[in-house]
């Protein structure tokens, strides 16, 4: 409502002209149907290179049999498996270029193409990550009364050797309230491992729904299209891979995060806290967004006293509530301190990772402590990503809130020394409502997207030891990805335009008049 907007003091007079444009609804439809049917290869490949549990009555089947034994079944779900998600990336770009004005009709395009793509998914054998079965492991614990805040609780405890995970012999991560979820899961199915991995599905699901509900919802309050910001936040694929066919419950912390925002915007604080706090009780990293709730609370002429009265308010209730919370089953608040207590090393691929291995080798170079010295940058770039948070805070401007929360969630993630890809769609949603340009903004979106979804097809592939193969799946599945990642940046004369306007003639051929004009 725009009294509710205006009264929030984040409401864009532009946000009622959302819509004016050209439809392309039937264009639109015809990369949705090319992203369903990626999806079905997804969902075909994962019988034959997915995780599925060791007691999963599914071995039993003579078509799994066939295609997690034979030779030819392996590396033909191998490359249905990558190729089907790299055919959903490039459904998703073209779902956006077909919609590029984004004028009435694209948001309901887009959310046609959210439930065609998450279909096959939902029933898919879970790919890209096994933690879903970690998630059973710990609801097991949590149903037999073991306190699952102690490091390095046995595994056997779970009586399920299937549940592999390394966060199964961890102490958990997860808030009080996925720790109940877990438990009725598991009292529900028994621990069978398929029905459990459905029943997870459906939580992270419940996750998706409530993003597909309010990033546009949020989206309008900003004055973006609310279709461009549910396609970039919720219909790319990474998303969709991540939070449905891998069951993370970071689906339902997120989604609980984007609802807790929007009605903490638009002046219902209480409920937005509540929100937020359900999220931080699933995983408690969305505790970064409290901060950002009390400013929201505080209102915009506040004074310094306000806001900090303010914070403490909110603070205040949201951990009283959650101290109520760990009381049930023994939990308390020893999963704080587990997060307290971050896994240790780092990932290649994550800027501080990176460049702590740059410098490493350069110090050695130099007759230093190479390995010193990286850990020291890394330790570094994390405290800096967490004063940029502190910075956020008590700087910009009131109606840029939710993008402060944004950026203060990107600065922590990304400064970390592990990032896992699904790391990075803790945020993007609140980036997506704010506005992300068409410029070098959605540019490296693409990129990264692409990158996780290449980079997870080869590197979580589940294939028997006693298999034999002429080639390594995984570089199979990497060939297959980079492969497709060239065809999309070089050959397709669709999404080639994405990353380079121009092509190498037409850049040549400016070149050459550049250097005429110079003469």
Known sequence: MPSEKAAAGLYSPDAAHIGAGTPGQIKAYVAVWQGFFGSLMIFVGSIGAGWIANGSPMFRHPLVIALRTEGWGVTTSTILLTAGAML???????????????????????????????????????????????????????????????PAFPRSATGFPWARSCLAEAKTPYGPYFLWLARWVVGITDAQPDFS???????????????????????????????????????????????????????LMVGLAVAGMY?????????????????????????????????????????????????????????????VSGIPYNL????????????????????????????????????????????????????????????????????????????AFAAVVMLSPIIQPWYILWFIPLLAVTGIRDDWQIKSLYVAVTFFVAFGAQDQISVLSFVELNVKVS?????????????????????????????????????????????
């Open 88 to 150: 959903l990336v490039r459904s998703w770009l073209r779902l956006g270029q077909r919609l590029k004005d984004w004028g009435p009709g694209s948001l309901r395009s887009v959310v046609v193409a959210v439930a065609a793509w998450a279909a096959p998914l939902m029933f898919a054998v879970p790919i890209y990550s096994r933690d879903v079965y970690a998630y059973t492991g710990q609801g097991r614990l949590v149903l037999e009364g073991q306190n699952l805040t102690r």
């Open 197 to 251: 991995v459905l029943l997870f599905r459906v939580l992270a699901t419940v996750g998706v729904v409530l993003c597909v509900v309010y990033v546009p919802r949020l989206a309008e309050l900003h004055g973006i299209n609310p279709g461009r910001a549910l396609w970039i936040a919720v219909a790319n694929p990474l998303f969709l891979i991540s939070f449905v066919a891998s069951a993370h419950n970071d689906a």
């Open 263 to 323: 009605f903490a915007a638009t002046g219902r604080h209480i409920t937005g806290l509540l929100l937020v706090t359900a999220s931080i009780g699933i995983k408690p990293i969305t505790v970064l967004l409290l901060p950002f709730i009390g400013l929201m609370w505080a209102g915009p002429a506040a004074s310094w006293a306000r806001k900090f009265l303010f914070w403490g308010a909110t603070a205040g209730i949201s951990f009283a509530v959650l101290a």
């Open 332 to 407: 308390g608040f020893g999963w704080v301190w587990a997060i307290l207590d971050p896994t240790p090393g780092y990932t290649g691929y994550s800027p501080s990772g990176f460049l702590g291995q740059q410098v490493e080798v350069i110090a050695n170079l130099l007759g230093l402590p190479g390995s010193t010295v990286a850990t020291g940058l890394r330790t570094l770039m994390k405290w800096a990503g967490i004063g940029l948070v502190v910075v956020l805070m008590f700087r910009g401007d009131y109606s840029r809130l939710v993008r402060r929360a944004a950026l």
């Open 475 to 519: 570089s199979l599945a990497f060939l297959v990805a980079v492969g497709f990642t060239v065809y999309l940046m070089v050959l397709d004369v669709h999404t080639r335009r994405l990353l380079i306007r121009s092509s190498p003639t037409q850049l040549l051929r400016r070149l050459e008049r550049r250097l005429r004009r110079s003469e």
